[in-house]
């Protein structure tokens, strides 16, 4: 199993970015997931999560402006970022609980993608 994230890329403050995590291999399905960035120098944190039932959580800074959601059927979650400030400049990460069809369930990390917020 493997989580592809993508999406990231240079964008001025007040513009929008959407982040990609698509999971690919032995599947049978994908649980929970969630977002988490770090910024150069930071620690990594958790920005926004999302239940096996759909039920979003975020961080305060970022609620009200991110949005998490699921495709259950193409096995992908999104991070739609809105009214980007220069402090979410950091590199994100997906995390994700999946079962796989051997029934092993267990949380995968995704390569990470970086995303930069000019002033």
């Known amino acids: 199993v493997q989580l592809q994230a993508s999406g990231g890329g240079l964008v001025q403050a007040g513009g929008s970015l959407r982040l990609s995590c698509a999971a690919a291999g032995s599947i049978d399905s994908l649980n929970a997931a969630a977002w988490y960035r770090q910024a150069p120098g930071g620690e990594r944190e958790l920005v926004a999560g999302?239940?096996?039932?759909?039920?979003?959580s975020y961080r305060d800074s970022v609620a009200g402006r991110f949005t998490i959601s699921g495709d259950n059927a193409k096995k992908t979650v999104y991070l739609q970022m809105n009214s980007l400030k220069p402090e979410d400049t950091a590199r994100y990460y997906c995390?994700?609980?999946?079962?796989?069809?051997?029934?092993?369930?267990?949380?995968?990390w995704g390569q990470g993608t970086r995303v930069t917020v000019s002033s």
């Open positions: 999302i239940t096996s039932d759909g039920r979003p």
């Open positions: 995390n994700a609980d999946i079962t796989d069809r051997g029934g092993y369930r267990l949380h995968y």
